[in-house]
């Protein structure tokens, strides 16, 4: 397979105004720089129609979760990622507060799912307008955000389960932030891969995800690496990755498959999207070299969970 064959990609229309781009994509902007997005499993989960592997792994109710990001800014552009990575993000003049997005984030969700009062079960979606889980997750990278720690507090005071996914590259905020779940993406067993799948705006990322590793390490919350496998890109030396997730010491190892979305689609082909089959073969692989175990797997969203004991915690 060739990433290099142009007619395999597909041709997306020119990009000239973001903000419009962001509420074609079915994005709600939350305050003046945060950003709030509904998910395929919420919808099926508010019409009781499925589950994400969320709800599979830590016990998450997926039309109870809110999805959002404090900035669309991030400082990677990587190939796999569904979100429009070639446009550029400014930082704002000024930060709304965590109060001021807490707020504006949930009134945004509210407003994403009001259409579905006619087509689901009553009660789902009278739960649903009242979130208990936020995945700070959706675009940009939320360790750019000054207040994140604060942030993280602000909906935990709420109620709020919080998972914060972050690629590792401001150790600063990550030795800071104290989520439910804290997860770092490790796309690359190595510094020169990490340049070709994540096209990072400054060299000296590499040296900070390794840091933020360190800092993982040390931390006594529950902690999560994600790893996005990509066809012909970063699909080998399992044992790099396990050198570098062993600094880590993390509680689960998410192993999952690159999906075909969004912007990804102009950057890759379809076919660097491996089968099911493949990403299990990688993760058992990857857990022989660290002494994990597999402790759950969901076929249709071609992931696996691994963990110390092979099994799974809910969150409390």
Known sequence: MSLKNKEDLMVLPEITDFETLLKKQKYSLAGTHSAVKTCLWLSRSIKDEGDCYKSTFYGITSHCCLQMTPTLRCNQRCLHCWRPTEVEVSLPNNWDSPVEIVGSSIKAQRKLISGFGHSAPRERWIEANEPKHVAISLSGEPTLYPYLPELVEEYESQGFSTFVVSNGTVPEMMEKIEPSQLYMSLDAPDKETYEKVCLPKSPALWDKINRSLEILGTKNNRKAIRITLIKGLNMFDTAGYGRLIEKADPDYIEVKAYMHLGFSRSRLPREAMPAHDEVLEFAKE???????????????????????????????
């Open 286 to 316: 990857l857990a022989g070299h660290i002494g994990y175990s597999v402790a759950d797997d969901v076929e249709i969203s071609r992931i696996v969970l691994l963990s110390k004991d092979g099994k799974v915690s809910h969150l409390e």
